[in-house]
């Protein structure tokens, strides 16, 4: 059914019809109103059977749907932020131990400074945790893939995160098609436990591992996402044939055939870029995109077959590995392993800065006259950033730099420290 | 497309008004999308939200910087928040008070507008009068239907009703009912014609 409704809405409803047992969450900004409408749904009794927990921690939320999953049931938890770091302990404990558990990821960025707007900083922390990762493009998307995910952990018996910006999408009211039970039923069959804790048949999951086998235990879950691999673009191929939509997969490009440029990125950014794509092939600009849909598994082979044949690739990301610089980028160089091509990383909207498409428009126009830095900084005010690197230079004890930078923005009205 | 930006302060409904307006466009079979601008979340503080209204679907997610259509829910925002960022000489400005633009000391800058399309609208005092409250997002939205002929008042009135069930539904329809009569009666006064 064609409905008008919040991302996060859009998200709760289709979890609800992927008839989870457990749900388990902390609530945290931009991730609660998902959450928030699901204990919602259990109240009601739409959503049963069904046990909603809420619980004390992040840290709680993750280790209650470990402790779900391994008795069989179907659980669900999502987070953001330091949410998400906050159970980083728990999210190898259910990799390694291979439960398939389904999160979402309202991306938020990571203090400090404390900041609760979009960025991809919080999943891509967590990217070699041995969770599959996907990113929604759009509400359809995220909706989507929810459904998706859970076949994809259940089929590999491996926990699956859905990621979707925070705010961006998670508060962005917008046009969904919303499945019906009876559709979800026929593509999410029950939940058939690789493993199970049962009383009546005791065994024990979790055992210590020694030098002598620990390899061989933690190479199984690069295995699954190895075989994950090619389950998901047939699990989006069977999505399409139930449901008429492309959703998901492990890319998708956008214009990239005879594109010389080609701009790589993740997440909802991709719909400004693709206007500002547009834009520019009205002026014979020939430019393009691919969505990395599957962050982990990383699809090495369908992104070097997409970017192989261009001559520039700008990978746009909304996290920084500090003291490299890009993350996305370093997997798409080794995608790329001995092509001579230009690459450029950028990095962009940071803790909620906007990406206009101004300043998409100049940052392509750079690209495609190689005018750009390796790495380099979208809307960046170098003027702050150098103001303050002067007063480090002038005083040892020049103070928080986040204060200083707020009292230059004029934010911060106080007088010197 | 047909983009929107609505100011006022936390409280005031202003992301709802956005939410609205993209449901009563949906309802009209239009692509519409609605999102806040997310911030300080309290009581007072300067808020703003977003929508845009298209006949296909929507891609692009940053802000809307360029407004084809402005509401302003408190006009003590306006010396002290630049509203008026981005606005098009050709687009509309609706701006939630009982003073004239001249009260309001913006009839210079209202020169740069079509005059048709920059008015007030005594959003609040309506609201109260209706639905005994000063909250004026759905008042506002019926001036704006009436204002901008983008939406329709009946459109605005099933996503209101679509909200807020029973009498504060009906009441806040009213309320944006009265506020279309209000802007229409000041159209026709500006077109120079007399009232009927």
């Known amino acids: 059914m064609l409905r008008q409704l919040e991302g996060s809405r859009a998200v709760a409803e289709a979890v609800a019809l992927c008839r989870p047992e457990v749900i388990c969450a902390y609530p945290i900004s931009p991730q609660t109103h998902i959450v928030e409408n699901l204990s919602q749904l259990v109240k009601s009794g739409e959503l049963s059977p069904c046990e909603f927990v809420n619980v004390e921690s992040e840290f709680a939320a993750m280790s209650v749907a470990i402790g779900a999953s391994a008795t069989g049931a179907r659980a669900y938890t999502a987070t953001a932020s330091q949410g998400l770091l906050y159970m980083a302990e728990a999210l190898y404990n259910a990799s390694g131990l291979g439960l398939p558990i389904v999160m979402t990821v309202a991306n938020r960025a990571i203090g400090a400074p404390i900041n609760i707007w979009n960025d991809h900083s919080d999943s891509m922390s967590q990217r070699d945790c041995g969770w599959i990762q996907l990113y929604a493009e759009t509400n359809q998307e995220a909706l989507d893939l929810h459904i998706q995910a859970f076949r994809l952990a259940e089929q590999l018996s491996t926990p699956v995160m859905v990621c979707m910006d925070g705010f961006i999408l998670t508060h962005a009211v917008e046009r969904v098609e919303m499945p019906d039970q009876e559709s979800v039923d026929a593509f999410l069959p029950a939940f058939a436990p690789r493993q199970v804790l049962d009383p009546d048949e005791p065994v024990s999951i979790g055992a210590m591992v020694g030098p002598e086998a620990f390899m061989e235990v933690k190479y199984l879950a690069h295995a699954k996402q190895m075989h994950a691999l090619e389950l998901i673009p047939e699990i989006a191929a069977d999505f399409k044939e139930a449901f008429g939509r492309d959703s998901g997969g492990l890319i998708s490009s956008y214009r990239t055939d005879d594109a010389e440029t080609v701009v790589v990125a993740l997440g909802s950014v991709l719909g400004t870029i693709k206007d500002t794509i547009d834009e520019l092939r009205e002026q014979g600009v020939p430019i393009g995109a691919v969505a990395i849909k599957s962050f982990r598994p990383f699809p090495l082979q369908d992104v070097r077959e997409a970017l192989g044949h261009a001559q520039r690739v700008v990978v746009l990301e909304k996290a920084l590995a500090v003291g490299v610089g890009g993350i996305v980028s370093a997997n798409v160089r080794m995608a790329l392993a001995g092509i001579q091509l230009h690459g450029y990383t950028v990095i962009a909207g940071l803790g909620g800065r906007a990406i206009t498409k101004d300043s998409l428009r100049g940052l392509f126009a750079d690209a495609v006259a190689d005018r750009l830095e390796p790495l380099s900084f979208l809307d960046m005010d170098w003027d702050l950033v150098n103001g303050e690197l002067a007063r480090m230079r002038a005083s040892a004890a020049s103070g928080p730099h986040a204060e200083n930078i707020l009292r230059d923005v004029g934010t911060v009205a106080a007088g010197p420290v | ?196």
């Open chain 2, 1 to 196: 497309m047909f983009e929107v930006r609505i100011h006022g302060r936390g409280g005031q409904g202003v992301v709802t008004a956005a939410e609205l307006l993209a449901q009563a466009a949906f309802d009209e079979g239009r692509w519409a999308q609605a999102f806040p601008s997310f911030g300080s979340e309290r009581m007072g503080a300067p808020v703003v939200s977003f929508c845009r209204i298209d006949d296909h679907e929507i891609r692009t997610r940053e802000p809307v910087v360029a407004p084809d259509a402005l509401i302003v829910g408190d006009p003590t925002l306006l010396h002290q928040v630049d509203v008026f960022g981005g606005c098009k000489p050709d687009g509309f400005i609706l701006i939630n008070s009982a003073r004239s633009l001249d009260e309001l000391g913006l009839a210079e800058f209202a020169e740069g507008f079509r005059r048709e399309r920059m008015l007030t609208l005594p959003a609040a005092e309506i609201a109260r009068e209706h639905t005994g409250r000063a909250v004026a997002n759905a008042t506002l939205l019926g001036g704006f239907a009436a204002m901008t002929g983008w939406i329709s008042l009946d459109a605005v009135a099933r996503a209101i009703r679509g909200r807020f069930a029973g009498a504060v539904g009906e009441r806040n329809v009213a309320a944006a009912g009265a506020a279309r009569d209000f802007v229409e009666a000041e159209l026709l006064e500006l077109s120079g014609a007399s009232p009927a």
